[in-house]
């Protein structure tokens, strides 16, 4: 049997950044598998926290260019932004009461097996 190579959450960690939390490229930089990378970033805290760390950067940049595009003066950002981030207000939501009493909704998987 061939000896399976030990990797360090140093290694992840490392590797992690530039990433945009693409397992795949992360697992290329470590020199491992994809389901190598994805099983030490669910198991050690240490790298789902670079892990995690590395997806709320990316986030952030894309929340950054939309807000750029609103001060832009990009008002079909700024609608899609407001429905997002306002739905009470503004957003597309339908009351699905009736006299305060919910509307329940039951699914039966048999009659939809054509």
């Not at 990378?37 to 986030?59: P, W």
């Not at 807000?67 to 306002?86: F, N, P, Q, S, V």
Request: charged share 30%.
């Amino acid at each position: 049997m061939a000896n399976k190579r030990q990797y360090k959450a140093t290694d992840f960690i490392s590797a992690i950044p530039g990433t945009a939390g693409i397992i795949d490229t992360i697992a290329k930089k470590v020199g491992c598998d994809w389901h190598t990378a994805k099983k030490y970033i669910e198991g050690y805290q240490t790298i789902r926290d670079a892990y995690d760390d590395e997806c709320e950067r990316v986030a952030d940049m894309a929340v950054t260019v939309i807000i750029k595009a609103i001060k832009e003066g990009d008002t079909a950002t700024a609608k899609w932004y407001l429905t997002k981030k306002r739905k009470p207000e503004i957003g597309d939501a339908i009351d699905v009461t009736t006299a305060g009493h919910a509307i329940t909704v039951n699914w039966d998987e048999s009659e939809n097996n054509d």
